[in-house]
């Protein structure tokens, strides 16, 4: 069973333009949700993350959007460039369990064209 | 320079042939853990590890083996290899304090092995 639902699987997107890539979630107990980043030929590496006591959060052009009643959030980028082409992951865990689980969505392939 | 080792980056072998990825971190991380990377499935867990003779089963453990006898290594093992673990490997780790993944919970990839098994 996925735990982490991720949508696009495959976003093309203009330079200057918004991406937005939508992650869903089922286990009310998750309370931390990162976005991981990966590059061709490189391991993933943390871009952003956010805990459900708050709405919003941004860094830079990259803000998540998270909807606690929906049990939803939502990576957007703003004026998308070509360095963004990469793929990126949401995932969720329990931060207060000691299981050690971070699950993945499967991923949502981005290309950003100049 | 804080990170994750994987070796062999690059790997071709036969069906039934034992072999082992490596995995160093140099961070002093308490927690490690093994992914998979397949199209269209993202990231998948097959082991991980939250102190040394400490292991469990992630989501895709079958076929697979690990141990943690020191803190900064954590081996995969494919005892007898078989075409359908052919994937893109990823070590991790992460600090953890407290038994709790640390405030960041931010995990540290290694730069992936790809392993195609004929």
């Known amino acids: 069973q996925q735990q982490v639902k991720q949508s696009p699987q495959s976003l093309i997107v203009q330079k200057g333009g918004i991406s937005i890539i939508n992650c869903a979630y089922e286990n009310t107990a998750f309370d931390y949700f990162p976005w991981y980043q990966q590059f061709p030929g490189k391991g993933p590496a943390l871009l952003i993350a956010?805990?459900?006591?708050?709405s919003e959060k941004k860094e830079g052009r990259f803000t998540i959007s998270f909807n606690k009643s929906a049990k939803q959030f939502s990576l957007h980028i703003m004026d998308s460039q070509p360095g963004d082409s990469a793929t990126y992951f949401c995932a969720a865990s329990e931060r207060g369990s000691t299981l050690g689980r971070l699950y993945f969505g499967r991923g949502t392939q981005l290309t950003v064209w100049p | 320079e804080a990170q994750v080792t994987q070796n062999p980056r690059y790997l071709i072998t036969v069906t039934g042939k034992k072999l082992t990825v490596t995995c160093s971190q140099n961070?002093?991380?308490?927690?490690m853990s093994w992914y998979r990377q397949d199209p269209g499935l993202g990231l998948r867990q097959i082991y991980y590890s939250m102190n040394v003779e400490v292991t469990d089963k992630g989501d895709v453990p079958e076929g697979y083996k690990v141990s943690r006898k020191e803190k900064r290594n954590f081996p995969l093992i494919l005892e007898s290899p078989s075409p359908n673990q052919t994937s893109l490997y990823f070590c991790a780790s992460s600090l953890k304090s407290g038994g709790l993944i640390a405030n960041t919970g931010e995990l540290f990839f290694g730069e992936g092995s790809r392993l195609t098994v004929l």
């Open positions: 961070m002093n991380h308490e927690y």
């Open positions: 956010i805990r459900p006591d708050v």
